[in-house]
Each structure stands twice: as structure tokens, then as C-alpha cells.
């Protein structure tokens, strides 16, 4: 559990019950099991699946996510980690409306000219992303205050690894926000922003007017009190939202691939960085009433410093 006695400053809920023991945390795949889950969602649920949607019209989700029968769906792309399973099962054991994710399939080593595509078997969230409706036409009282809700779950339980700042099981950072990603885990938050000044060393000290400016700021911001280590999403955007676009209500949040327990500032700070994004006011505007401010500028800025680092 965490060492330290640091609350999280949003939401105050989250702050009263924090921290409380995190689930258990999976243990990871053997490879026999990735492999064989890998040839029976390649092999055998790929080809029914577009069989079934053919039968159903039930339209597949982007280009990564096919339908199976009894809510459930395939979710195969080339980024997928078993990481990915992790924070979900996590989350939800947490009580936090995530996919449950049953298998997870793959070889770690290419097929013949093109590579091995992992893929995840979970659950189905119902609705839409909040991405693709109109914010103007939503619910914004009923969408807030679910996900005020769901801030003051996740955010209520210590990490198991203390003050360090790491993946979820105690590995790595992984994201495509997460500069020269997969990031290595550090003992705290001090260590962990020395890791993103090692980065960009040399334009801390750039005579270029921009850098500077960027350097002074993001200093500033390093300089802040420490803050609490929660369970983060890490890419909480508006097409990672599932909601019902009659009542305005959450059903779900998905794509957990960039979880981790990372500084309570993070979850908002990385949506701020799109600065006027639906995301950006919703959440840091009139969901936390501007409580990570400081925060928020000072990730913009040290993002013009690591910005070309990252993985995207």
C-alpha cells in the first residue's frame, strides 16, 4: 500500500476513502495459454465472428473489434498487451463499469510474412462513444455525475507498490502518451519527472525562446507538492466513454491499454493537453472546477519538450 499520507485533491469522495487495499492483481499469461487462446480467436472466432455479423447485421466497432454472440466481442489489433486485460479485470473488480476480459491470444513472434496479431475476448459495452454525439445534446448533469462516481472509485484505492509510479502490476508505463514508451517504473513521482528532464536535458538549458519558456514552466510544475499515486485510465477521452445518449448515463469505459498508478494529476493533465477538446472541458472545466490547473498547464508545456517522443 502507499506510504505516504497524500490524498487526491479531486474528487473529495476519493480523498475520504483513500486508500483503500486494491483486488488482486492477475498474474500474467503462460505462453502455452497465449498461444492457444491465439489460434482459437484467429482460427476459429475471427472467421465466425464475421459470420455472425453478416447474419445479425450487427456492424463491427472500427476496424479492431468484431462481434460474437452473448455480449461478448473480439478485439484484435496489432497494439494489444496483456497488459491491457490486467487494468480491465482490475478496474472492474474495482467497480468501475469496464469489459471483463476472458482470453487473451498470442504468439509473441511473427507468421510467415506478416506478424502475429493479438486479440482479447470480453465483454460487450452497450451505447455509444461519447465522441460521436453532439455534447451540446447530452445530459451533461447525468454524464458528470457518473463520472464524478467513478473518479471517486477508482481513485479510492492505494497502490500496492507504494509511492512508485508504475504499470499495474509493477512493470513498465505503456501508452501512446507515454513518452519512449514502454517508460520504466520509478520508486515516486520526483524520480519519476527526473526520467522526463533526463529526456529533454538539452533543451532545458536551449537558448531557443520556446524551450526556454517551456523549461521554466515545466519546472514550476516539478516544484509542486507531491501528489497521491492512483489507479489511472490514461487516456480518458471522449471516444473512450460508452454512454447511453437518451438518459446521458455511463455504460462503460474501455480501452485500458494505457493504465497504470500514476500522480492523481495525470488523468486530467493528459486530457488537458488537448486544450478546448470536448474531454478537456468537461473534465477540467466543470467536472473538477479547475483543481489540477497548475498541473494541467505545466503538462502542456513539458509536453512541447517530449512531445516528439512519443509513440504515436
Same mark, same amino acid.
Given at each position: 500500500?502507499?506510504?505516504?499520507?497524500?490524498?487526491?485533491?479531486?474528487?473529495?469522495?476519493?480523498?475520504?476513502?483513500?486508500?483503500?487495499?486494491?483486488?488482486?492483481?492477475?498474474?500474467?499469461?503462460?505462453?502455452?495459454?497465449?498461444?492457444?487462446?491465439?489460434?482459437?480467436?484467429?482460427?476459429?472466432?475471427? +472467421? *465466425?465472428?464475421?459470420?455472425?455479423? #453478416?447474419?445479425? /447485421?450487427?456492424?463491427?466497432? &472500427?476496424?479492431?473489434?468484431?462481434?460474437? $454472440?452473448?455480449?461478448?466481442?473480439?478485439?484484435?489489433?496489432?497494439?494489444?498487451?496483456?497488459?491491457?486485460?490486467?487494468?480491465?479485470?482490475?478496474?472492474?473488480?474495482?467497480?468501475?463499469?469496464?469489459?471483463?476480459?476472458?482470453?487473451?491470444?498470442?504468439?509473441?513472434?511473427?507468421?510467415?510474412?506478416?506478424?502475429?496479431?493479438?486479440?482479447?475476448?470480453?465483454?460487450?459495452?452497450?451505447?455509444?462513444?461519447?465522441?460521436?454525439?453532439?455534447?451540446?445534446?447530452?445530459?451533461?448533469?447525468?454524464?458528470?455525475?457518473?463520472?464524478?462516481?467513478?473518479?471517486?472509485?477508482?481513485?479510492?484505492?492505494?497502490? +500496492? *507498490?507504494?509511492?512508485?509510479?508504475? #504499470?499495474?502490476? /509493477?512493470?513498465?508505463?505503456? &501508452?501512446?502518451?507515454?513518452?519512449?514508451? $514502454?517508460?520504466?517504473?520509478?520508486?515516486?513521482?520526483?524520480?519519476?519527472?527526473?526520467?522526463?528532464?533526463?529526456?529533454?536535458?538539452?533543451?532545458?538549458?536551449?537558448?531557443?525562446?520556446?524551450?526556454?519558456?517551456?523549461?521554466?514552466?515545466?519546472?514550476?510544475?516539478?516544484?509542486?507538492?507531491?501528489?497521491?499515486?492512483?489507479?489511472?485510465?490514461?487516456?480518458?477521452?471522449?471516444?473512450?466513454?460508452?454512454?447511453?445518449?437518451?438518459?446521458?448515463?455511463?455504460?462503460?469505459?474501455?480501452?485500458?491499454?494505457?493504465?497504470?498508478?500514476?500522480?492523481?494529476?495525470?488523468?486530467?493533465?493528459?486530457?488537458?493537453?488537448?486544450?478546448?477538446?470536448?474531454?478537456?472541458?468537461?473534465?477540467?472545466?466543470?467536472?473538477?472546477?479547475?483543481?489540477?490547473?497548475?498541473?494541467?498547464?505545466?503538462?502542456?508545456?513539458?509536453?512541447?519538450?517530449?512531445?516528439?517522443?512519443?509513440?504515436?
Amino acid at each position: 500500500m502507499t506510504t505516504n499520507n497524500i490524498r487526491p485533491l479531486f474528487p473529495p469522495e476519493a480523498a475520504q476513502n483513500y486508500p483503500l487495499r486494491c483486488p488482486p492483481i492477475p498474474k500474467r499469461s503462460s505462453w502455452v495459454s497465449k498461444r492457444f487462446w491465439y489460434y482459437v480467436h484467429e482460427y476459429i472466432l475471427m +472467421p *465466425f465472428s464475421l459470420y455472425y455479423a #453478416g447474419v445479425t /447485421g450487427d456492424r463491427c466497432d &472500427g476496424h479492431c473489434t468484431l462481434p460474437l $454472440p452473448f455480449g461478448l466481442v473480439l478485439k484484435r489489433h496489432g497494439e494489444i498487451t496483456e497488459e491491457e486485460v490486467i487494468n480491465m479485470n482490475v478496474a472492474r473488480a474495482m467497480g468501475i463499469p469496464a469489459p471483463r476480459a476472458y482470453s487473451f491470444g498470442t504468439l509473441e513472434e511473427p507468421i510467415g510474412k506478416g506478424k502475429a496479431i493479438p486479440s482479447i475476448v470480453m465483454t460487450r459495452i452497450s451505447g455509444v462513444t461519447l465522441g460521436s454525439l453532439d455534447v451540446s445534446q447530452l445530459n451533461t448533469n447525468v454524464f458528470l455525475d457518473d463520472l464524478a462516481k467513478i473518479f471517486a472509485r477508482m481513485r479510492s484505492f492505494g497502490s +500496492p *507498490f507504494g509511492d512508485a509510479v508504475c #504499470g499495474i502490476d /509493477g512493470g513498465p508505463i505503456l &501508452g501512446t502518451l507515454i513518452p519512449l514508451s $514502454p517508460l520504466p517504473a520509478t520508486p515516486n513521482e520526483a524520480a519519476f519527472q527526473q526520467q522526463f528532464r533526463t529526456m529533454a536535458q538539452w533543451k532545458f538549458t536551449s537558448d531557443d525562446e520556446d524551450h526556454r519558456t517551456c523549461a521554466a514552466v515545466t519546472e514550476e510544475f516539478f516544484s509542486l507538492p507531491t501528489h497521491a499515486i492512483v489507479f489511472t485510465h490514461g487516456d480518458l477521452i471522449q471516444h473512450n466513454i460508452m454512454v447511453d445518449p437518451k438518459s446521458g448515463h455511463i455504460t462503460g469505459i474501455i480501452d485500458w491499454e494505457s493504465a497504470a498508478w500514476m500522480p492523481d494529476y495525470w488523468e486530467f493533465s493528459i486530457v488537458g493537453i488537448r486544450r478546448g477538446s470536448d474531454s478537456d472541458m468537461l473534465m477540467n472545466g466543470r467536472l473538477s472546477g479547475g483543481a489540477y490547473g497548475k498541473e494541467v498547464n505545466g503538462h502542456r508545456h513539458l509536453y512541447g519538450l517530449v512531445g516528439d517522443l512519443l509513440p504515436l
